[in-house]
């Protein structure tokens, strides 16, 4: 029997940090819970909700024009919600919604240990069956599977019961189909990825192995350790690779790589790399693709990234406020924070993000980009104490690839960096002003003490970039210690004058 430690990973302890609802602006917010009786609830098996509606911890969801299905691991069952519907009206792995027992009556065709990924085509639904290693498939209307992956009949549950080859399963977690019958599937015990043809329980391809019979892990462009979700669409095949905290794309007709997101490259294998951003993922679990782009459950940073297609820098980001922050349920448990989330789908319309607490959030789609940083574009000049700035200075928002945030209104802030300059020195003026088309135009700024200060720029979300300088002259009339030429500001100027006084050359 398999270990369920080779799924569960480890859910950081991090301390939950409290924001204000100012902060909310730049989230996306779910618009349909599952498993809770509303936003603001997080409790595994939540006795609030019917037995048809409870989740303990949902690990997967597919979505198609019937409805959904999400699988909870820990009642060992899969439930199938149609629509728009909260309450389930069908369940796999369980002779009814009350019971929550693995293998409950034994391993058969109608029994599940430890569900983890679940997927649906035309033609029916499969379930990766973890502990049982193996994979069912269930004829749409039916709650019976007639089909088994890995395992050569529906009452066994040996982990590579035919040894490592094309017909073996150990531990699979992800499933994908490619709308023909053809299913693919994470064989995350084996670090590879399995192809089965439509209607074969025999896999005829095999990524991130050299061959079938081979279980290597590695950090390359044809090597995996532990993949996880996987994906498919008309241009080839996405893989989470959960060990190495990357997510790999391979062309149709390749096992070689093109593509990687989440590092910088094929053979780096850090998590967050360079810190946490826009194309750094850390135990990333889920994926999805869809026509607009690449999704991924980026697991114990508590989010879900978005990647335009043709684009390596993630443009969307559900669960945080921007791209570096790593925050478990910020703000308490709203519709807009996650708690370490496993896995992320897609439908016509919404997002769907499998959170911790046994719930399901759905959430609108959308490609717009979010802006991800705000910095200065010009910086201030500074002038005599109390008079305004000689250069007025104006800051840009802008998106996670750099380029200008036009779809940014709010406020920017410019402010003195604690304990710069003068203790006693003001900024004076107005400093907050709303972007227009994401630039911020400050225009009577002022500080009131002469010294030198570090100004920065700051919105309720994005982080602090790096601050710029500005030297605040003395009031005109009043007299600065050292200023020797009587400019109001004592500078290298200054310093040459007194030299020169110094060495007789001049007089004060």
Same mark, same amino acid.
């Given at each position: 029997?398999?270990?369920?430690?080779?799924?569960?990973?480890?859910?950081?302890?991090?301390?939950?940090?409290?924001?204000?609802?100012?902060?909310?602006?730049?989230?996306?917010?779910?618009?349909?819970?599952?498993?809770?009786?509303?936003?603001?609830?997080?409790?595994?098996?939540?006795?609030?909700?019917?037995?048809?509606?409870?989740?303990?911890?949902?690990?997967?969801?597919?979505?198609?024009?019937?409805?959904?299905?999400?699988?909870?691991?820990?009642?060992?069952?899969?439930?199938?919600?149609?629509?728009?519907?909260?309450?389930?009206?069908?369940?796999?792995?369980?002779? /009814?919604?009350?019971?929550?027992?693995?293998?409950?009556?034994?391993?058969?065709?109608?029994?599940?240990?430890?569900?983890?990924?679940?997927?649906?085509?035309?033609?029916?639904?499969?379930?990766?069956?973890?502990?049982?290693?193996?994979?069912?498939?269930?004829?749409?209307?039916?709650?019976?599977?007639?089909?088994?992956?890995?395992?050569?009949?529906?009452?066994?549950?040996?982990?590579?019961?035919?040894?490592?080859?094309?017909?073996?399963?150990?531990?699979?977690?992800?499933?994908?189909?490619?709308?023909?019958?053809?299913?693919?599937?994470?064989?995350?015990?084996?670090?590879?990825?399995?192809?089965?043809?439509?209607?074969?329980?025999?896999?005829?391809?095999?990524?991130?192995?050299?061959?079938?019979?081979?279980?290597?892990?590695?950090?390359?462009?044809?090597?995996?350790?532990?993949?996880?979700?996987?994906?498919?669409?008309?241009?080839?095949?996405?893989?989470?690779?959960?060990?190495?905290?990357?997510?790999?794309?391979?062309?149709?007709?390749?096992?070689?790589?093109?593509?990687?997101?989440?590092?910088?490259?094929?053979?780096?294998?850090?998590?967050?790399?360079?810190?946490?951003?826009?194309?750094?993922?850390?135990?990333?679990?889920?994926?999805?693709?869809?026509?607009?782009?690449?999704?991924?459950?980026?697991?114990?940073?508590?989010?879900?990234?978005?990647?335009?297609?043709?684009?390596?820098?993630?443009?969307?980001?559900?669960?945080?406020?921007?791209?570096?922050?790593?925050?478990?349920?910020? /703000?308490?448990?709203?519709?807009?924070?996650?708690?370490?989330?496993?896995?992320?789908?897609?439908?016509?319309?919404?997002?769907?993000?499998?959170?911790?607490?046994?719930?399901?959030?759905?959430?609108?789609?959308?490609?717009?980009?979010?802006?991800?940083?705000?910095?200065?574009?010009?910086?201030?000049?500074?002038?005599?104490?109390?008079?305004?700035?000689?250069?007025?200075?104006?800051?840009?928002?802008?998106?996670? /690839?750099?380029?200008?945030?036009?779809?940014?209104?709010?406020?920017?802030?410019?402010?003195?960096?604690?304990?710069?300059?003068?203790?006693?020195?003001?900024?004076?003026?107005?400093?907050?002003?709303?972007?227009?088309?994401?630039?911020?135009?400050?225009?009577?700024?002022?500080?009131?003490?002469?010294?030198?200060?570090?100004?920065?720029?700051?919105?309720?979300?994005?982080?602090?970039?790096?601050?710029?300088?500005?030297?605040?002259?003395?009031?005109?009339?009043?007299?600065?210690?050292?200023?020797?030429?009587?400019?109001?500001?004592?500078?290298?100027?200054?310093?040459?004058?007194?030299?020169?006084?110094?060495?007789?050359?001049?007089?004060?």
């Amino acid at each position: 029997m398999m270990n369920r430690n080779l799924f569960g990973g480890l859910i950081l302890a991090v301390s939950l940090m409290v924001f204000s609802t100012a902060c909310v602006r730049a989230q996306i917010i779910a618009d349909r819970v599952y498993g809770q009786p509303d936003f603001a609830t997080a409790l595994p098996g939540n006795s609030a909700v019917p037995p048809n509606a409870r989740i303990n911890l949902p690990y997967d969801v597919a979505a198609g024009p019937e409805g959904v299905y999400i699988s909870d691991n820990y009642y060992h069952r899969v439930l199938f919600f149609p629509g728009e519907a909260v309450e389930a009206t069908a369940v796999y792995g369980q002779p /009814n919604f009350e019971s929550l027992s693995p293998n409950n009556g034994g391993v058969s065709a109608n029994s599940l240990n430890y569900p983890w990924g679940v997927a649906r085509d035309s033609f029916g639904v499969y379930i990766a069956d973890g502990n049982n290693n193996r994979v069912l498939f269930y004829p749409h209307g039916s709650t019976t599977a007639t089909r088994v992956y890995g395992q050569p009949s529906f009452t066994s549950n040996k982990a590579n019961y035919y040894g490592l080859n094309e017909n073996s399963l150990f531990g699979p977690s992800f499933l994908a189909t490619d709308g023909t019958g053809g299913l693919y599937v994470a064989d995350t015990g084996n670090n590879r990825v399995l192809f089965f043809p439509p209607n074969s329980t025999t896999a005829t391809k095999v990524w991130g192995q050299p061959k079938f019979t081979t279980n290597y892990q590695g950090a390359s462009d044809t090597a995996v350790s532990s993949p996880r979700g996987i994906a498919v669409d008309s241009e080839g095949l996405y893989v989470v690779d959960y060990n190495n905290h990357r997510a790999l794309f391979f062309p149709h007709g390749s096992t070689t790589a093109t593509r990687v997101y989440g590092q910088p490259d094929f053979t780096s294998f850090f998590p967050n790399d360079g810190g946490c951003g826009p194309n750094t993922l850390q135990q990333p679990l889920g994926c999805a693709v869809d026509e607009t782009g690449f999704y991924v459950d980026d697991y114990l940073n508590s989010r879900a990234l978005f990647w335009p297609h043709g684009s390596n820098v993630a443009s969307v980001v559900y669960g945080q406020t921007d791209f570096t922050t790593v925050r478990l349920n910020w /703000n308490g448990v709203t519709p807009y924070g996650f708690y370490a989330p496993r896995s992320v789908t897609t439908d016509a319309t919404g997002v769907y993000v499998c959170d911790f607490g046994g719930r399901v959030l759905r959430f609108p789609k959308t490609t717009t980009p979010m802006a991800a940083s705000v910095s200065f574009l010009t910086a201030p000049v500074g002038a005599r104490a109390g008079q305004p700035f000689e250069v007025q200075p104006s800051a840009v928002v802008r998106y996670s /690839n750099g380029a200008q945030a036009t779809n940014y209104t709010g406020n920017v802030r410019i402010r003195i960096k604690p304990g710069s300059g003068p203790s006693c020195g003001t900024l004076l003026g107005t400093t907050t002003v709303s972007a227009v088309a994401g630039i911020a135009t400050f225009t009577n700024l002022a500080i009131d003490k002469p010294g030198t200060y570090e100004l920065m720029v700051t919105t309720a979300t994005f982080p602090i970039p790096e601050t710029v300088s500005v030297t605040i002259g003395a009031a005109p009339g009043e007299s600065l210690a050292g200023d020797v030429n009587g400019d109001g500001f004592f500078n290298v100027a200054d310093v040459a004058a007194t030299l020169k006084i110094a060495a007789g050359l001049s007089t004060p």
